[in-house]
Structure formats: C-alpha cells, structure tokens
C-alpha cells in the first residue's frame, strides 16, 4: 500500500530513507537507503539516525507515514530532526482507543457503554468490573489495544468463558490495554461502517472522502453468489469508495470530530498543527458512533488505489503536510461521483483481517458494479 507514494516521490526527485521490518518488503526497490526497522519502535529508529552516514540527516526533508499506525514513530522522529509534524502526545492521546472514548464521552459525544483496564489489573477486578457496567442481555465484544486489522476482538457471549477470553486477550494486546464495550447495531443502511478522511488545518476539521466498509451486515445489500453468505465479526471484506451516505451525514460525523479537536485544543494536546485525521465510523440506530481516529491516511487500498482511481491523492496531501508545505483544501478534493471498489479473499472462516489479498475494481457508476468489478478482478488473480 506504500509503493504508490514511493513510486510518486521517485518521480518528483527525491530520495528515500524508508523503514520496514520485513526485509523483502515491496517498497524497498524504491528506497536510496533502507533499514529492517520495526517501525513501531520509536528508539531504535533514533538509534539509526545518530547512525546515518555523513551528510544524509541534514539532507532529510520530511517524515510520514502511510497507510500504517506507525504515527507515533513519525511523530518522535519528526522531533529529533526538527521538521514538522504532530507532537507524539496528540499521536498518542488520539490513537489510544480508551483516551479517546473518555475524551468523546466528556464531549458529550455519543459512545458505547465500556470498560477498559491493563495487564496489570486483577482478573476478579475486571470480571466485577464487567457485571457492574454492562446488563444481562446486552452484546459485548472484548478488544485487544495496539493492532490495526481487527486483531484479538472476540464477541463475549457466555459468562463461563469471559475469564480464558480476557486472559487471552492479554496475551494478544501490544500495549498492553484491552477494551471490553458494548456492540453497537448499525442502521441497517450501507454501510454500516464508514472511513472518513479529513484535513486538519487552523483548528479546523475538512472533509475530504468518505468510504463505504463492507462488513457481514451489509452483504445483503449487494446482490452476487460470489460473496461470502456471512463474515465473522470485524472482518472485512472490502470497500465502496465514495461512500453512500448523504451529505447531512457526513457533516453530522465532522461535527463530532471537530468537537474531538476542539476537546483536544482545551487540554493543550493540539497546538494547530496541521495532520490527516482519519476515523472510523459506525451509523448505529442513534446516530453516528466514532469507533476510533487516528493521525495517518486510510489503509486497506483506500488512499493507496480507490481514492487514487477517483482522483483524490490523500497520499501525495500527507506528504506535503510533511515537508512543511502550505495546504489549500481545494486542490486535494473531488467531485466525481464515480464508484470504485477493493474486495478481499476474506471468508466466512476469516477470524480477523490479516493477510488479507486485495483486489482492485474499475471505475463504475454505482456501488453494486463496482463491486463486481473488483470481484471480476479477484476471478482473474489481478492482486494490487
């Protein structure tokens, strides 16, 4: 999902320092210099930079990410080496799902009812703790914090099992943080789970695209024997780029955001420093519910080909914020109201979304062809 951005700045001159801990990655080819970082971890990539050869630190231009929670990464590097960039507590205070939903909830932002704690409570604390919040009937899914993809959420249905799913739970989360909330019921409308990407710029939250997720309940919204009959919790089987929702809809969703960063402007964690804010949002029968936001452009083929495909280069806007240049909202948006769709070979035995193969679809006028589309794609073994 990188090498589109990397294929861009080959183009336009630069040369590249890029980071990944897989040592065979796609984008190494496009690389001046490459590491085998994990770049999650922040110290060694300041580590490397004391370590660069002569003459390369000074050279550095800008810092980014793409496509990947590796935002508080940047956000340290981008420090060492004074260039611009968010500071690393607004990466971390928006890209913690339990921060977040106490900043929503005090917002009076709707939320679902939750619980959080760490590995370091007593399992008997958090079983009490779980019987006090949430009532006899409700849904409930435990989520394991620091992983992207839907990695370790599992539905907690039968008390006899809550105490092996939390300890599992610890054991799969990276930060070492789990969530245990309520199950919020969409609308019954596509999609029922939408990505939104913005511009934040002088404090203000800017639409730029909306992209329509499609999860088990919205199959039934498109009509061919090629799809899986159901899909397990959190797997996702692909997107609808732009997004079916109206355009009342999405303003409600950037109202709720921008009442995010106007919360995060009074605590001193925003400083008008100028980010993509991504978020995720759910359309419940109460409106909609921010599942999460964070500082990076969208993954899963979004801004790397459905976005690119429409015209929009959400991509090529992170990478400019990144180097410091000033940003006019008009040159980064679009009207054309063409479909395109990215499908995956997820299926109804698929317990989260990793490892996924993606295929890309063509241009279409409505959401069901360009389903298909993506779905012929897939037919034809045509991977992005």
Known sequence: MQVPILRHLAEKG????????????????????????DIH????????????PPGVKDKILGVSC????????????????????????????IGN???????????????????????????EDILAKINETFEVGDKIIVKPLGWSASKGIKVLEDPSTFRAEIENARTVARTGEIVVEEVV?????????????????????????????????DLIHFKDERLPTKLNLGVEFGHVNPSSRTRDEIDAVIKDLQTLLD???????????????KADILFSKKGPVIIEATPRTSGGWDSSFSSLARGLRIQELALEISLGHEISKEDWVTENRKFVAVVTDANSESIDCLGRTFFGGKLCNDPEAALRSALDSR?????L
């Open 185 to 217: 019921f969409s609308d019954g409308r596509l999609a029922s789970e939408t990505s939104i990407e913005t511009l934040v710029q002088h404090g203000k939250v800017n639409f730029l695209n909306m992209v329509d997720r499609v999860f088990g309940d």
């Open 263 to 277: 919360s995060l402007k009074i605590m001193g964690v925003y400083k008008d420093e100028t980010f993509i804010l």
């Open 66 to 93: 793409i496509a990947t929670d590796s935002h508080k990464t940047v956000a340290i590097v981008a420090k060492e080496l004074g260039l611009p960039g968010i500071t690393d507590h607004l990466s971390n205070t």
């Open 14 to 37: 630069y040369k590249v320092v890029l980071t990944d801990a897989n040592p065979d990655c796609p984008g190494k080819d496009y690389s001046e210099l490459f590491y085998a970082l």
């Open 97 to 123: 799902k339990v921060e977040l939903r106490k900043i929503l909830t005090s917002s009076n932002v709707y939320q679902p009812k939750f619980v959080s704690f760490t590995e370091l409570d007593a399992l």
């Open 41 to 52: 971890d922040a110290e060694a990539h300041i580590q490397l930079i004391s370590a660069f």
């Open 379 to 383: 037919d034809a073994n045509q991977a």
